[in-house]
């Protein structure tokens, strides 16, 4: 089975981009299952059932979403190898910037669009300079210049990495992805494998549920600002 | 160097062969892509974009110098194959356009930004029909003077051999200039759109129908008439615009 990771900044188009590349994956014969990990709520599942495949989707509720994502990697991919597919789409939640979670012997997709800022694409970190695909979407709606210089500040931050326009809207591109996916290798199992950079790491009282402000209310790893160093 | 592209047929929404086996474009010159709504003109030029090779719903084959993909995809850089400039396209970062052309010169390496930077002004006030200074905030310029700036920064800085064309309104940009400007580049001009004055600058025609490549046409000497016609109505049009504007009326 072929484990594929996909990541991106909120509203970026993952699922959007996601849809069109399994559909092309469909056509070719190829079978697909997709889970989804967020928060609170998601309704990216309904876009994926339409598409009449098995269909899983985690909500971390209290729970960092990338912590609960890697936690849950092998349950996940337990439950892609009983519906017996040949590709296993696992798209994560996207929130904050220091998000990363890309494996090793995974395909890693990242999903940003071209309406985040020019200056964006080195706050995204690691799950952009860690990732094998970068997708760039929305390219529709601002000018060649603008398509072309944002593409160059992603090259910096990810020199290594494949980069493919699509249009969520149209799926114009998808096919490209469908093929990398297909290139692709695959993955006996993802026990014993390594994520590419290490998850944020938070153990406060926050996290365990505390709600009131203030120094008294705050236990375990802390961290505060450093006034010393004015920018 | 690109110089010319075509596009070998496949099949159209019916599965059946496209009636325009192979159209040929040089570069230097203009096809207008016509039809109407949901007849396969966005495919077409999407066809062309990924430089498909048979995979794409059409099956079309795009050769580029007579040569598919596979033995060109080391001669090109894909990435800045085609360049687009449409309609819905807008500016959305905000700062002065003389710092973004620069941050686009240097992402294109060109040696002379100074140099091409006024002359990408210079262009773009040769199209625009309201003044624009390169002090000026890209996102507060008008949609003629956007798309005015577009084509300039496709001209000289992009650098992309084939130049995408949406549907660009008339108000406020010189068309024919542009597309000569971008012609004169020697690329590939694609336009596609409803309005009679753009697909009459052409040098072809093709004509969408069912998802296929339905009829192709030179644009004959009557047409070009009516293209000079159509011209001086917009004009016209254009004349009436700043009149009133400035505050004038038309006497009784």
């Known amino acids: 089975m072929r484990f594929i990771i996909v990541a991106g900044t909120p509203s970026s188009g993952k699922t959007s981009v996601m849809v069109h590349t399994i559909g092309h994956l469909l056509e070719n014969g190829v079978s697909v299952a997709a889970c989804k990990i967020d928060c609170l709520e998601t309704s990216d599942d309904e876009r994926y059932r339409r598409l009449n495949i098995p269909v899983a989707v985690g909500l971390s509720d209290y729970i960092c979403p990338d912590h609960f994502y890697v936690a849950n990697l092998e349950e996940v991919e337990h439950w892609a190898k009983e519906q017996e597919v040949e590709v296993l789409v696992l798209e994560t939640a996207g929130l904050c910037h220091r998000c990363a979670p890309a494996v090793f012997d995974c395909l890693s997709i990242c999903v940003i669009d071209n309406l985040i800022g020019m200056e964006t694409p080195k706050k995204v970190g690691p799950m952009l300079s860690t990732a094998d695909i970068i997708v760039i979407t929305k390219g529709d709606i601002v000018s060649q210049a603008e398509r072309e210089v944002f593409r160059y500040k992603v090259e910096l931050v990810n020199p290594q990495a494949r980069i493919l326009d699509i249009n969520g809207l149209t799926g114009q591109g998808a096919l490209k992805l469908k093929n990398e996916i297909l290139n692709s290798k695959q993955l006996d199992t993802i026990s014993g494998k390594e994520l590419r950079y290490s998850m944020p790491a938070a153990v406060c009282s926050y996290c365990a549920g505390e709600t009131i402000i203030g120094k008294s209310y705050q236990m375990g790893n802390v961290k505060k600002v450093d006034f010393g160093r004015l920018d | 160097m690109i110089k010319n592209i075509s596009i070998i047929g496949g099949l159209d929404k019916s599965g059946c062969p496209e009636k325009i086996l192979r159209l040929d474009i040089t570069a230097g010159e203009v096809l207008a892509v016509v039809g109407p709504t949901g007849s396969g003109k966005t495919q077409l030029i999407s066809d062309i974009e990924q430089y498909a090779d048979g995979e794409t719903l059409t099956g079309r084959s795009i050769l580029i110098n007579d040569r598919p993909m596979a033995q060109n995809s080391r001669n090109y850089d894909l990435r800045y194959l085609v360049a687009e400039v449409s309609?819905?396209?807008?500016?959305?970062?905000?700062?002065?356009?003389?710092?973004?052309?620069?941050?686009?010169?240097?992402?294109?390496?060109?040696?002379?930004?100074?140099?091409?930077?006024?002359?990408?002004?210079?262009?773009?006030?040769?199209?625009?029909?309201?003044?624009?200074?390169?002090?000026?905030?890209?996102?507060?310029?008008?949609?003629?003077?956007?798309?005015?700036?577009?084509?300039?920064?496709?001209?000289?800085?992009?650098?992309?051999?084939?130049?995408?064309?949406?549907?660009?309104?008339?108000?406020?940009?010189?068309?024919?200039?542009?597309?000569?400007?971008?012609?004169?580049?020697?690329?590939?001009?694609?336009?596609?759109?409803?309005?009679?004055?753009?697909?009459?600058?052409?040098?072809?025609?093709?004509?969408?129908?069912?998802?296929?490549?339905?009829?192709?046409?030179?644009?004959?000497?009557?047409?070009?008439?009516?293209?000079?016609?159509?011209?001086?109505?917009?004009?016209?049009?254009?004349?009436?615009?700043?009149?009133?504007?400035?505050?004038?009326?038309?006497?009784?």
């Open chain 2, 87 to 252: 309609q819905n396209m807008n500016f959305i970062i905000d700062t002065s356009i003389e710092e973004f052309l620069l941050m686009h010169t240097q992402v294109r390496a060109i040696e002379n930004p100074q140099q091409t930077i006024a002359e990408v002004l210079s262009i773009t006030n040769e199209l625009s029909g309201e003044p624009v200074l390169s002090t000026d905030n890209l996102t507060r310029l008008s949609g003629g003077q956007s798309r005015a700036l577009m084509v300039a920064d496709v001209a000289l800085i992009s650098n992309a051999p084939i130049v995408l064309i949406d549907e660009i309104e008339n108000a406020g940009i010189d068309r024919l200039k542009a597309l000569e400007i971008l012609s004169g580049k020697g690329k590939v001009v694609l336009v596609v759109s409803h309005d009679p004055t753009l697909m009459l600058m052409g040098k072809q025609r093709i004509v969408m129908k069912n998802g296929g490549m339905d009829k192709l046409y030179q644009t004959s000497l009557k047409e070009k008439e009516i293209l000079q016609d159509l011209l001086e109505t917009e004009n016209q049009i254009d004349y009436l615009r700043n009149h009133f504007r400035d505050g004038k009326c038309v006497e009784k």
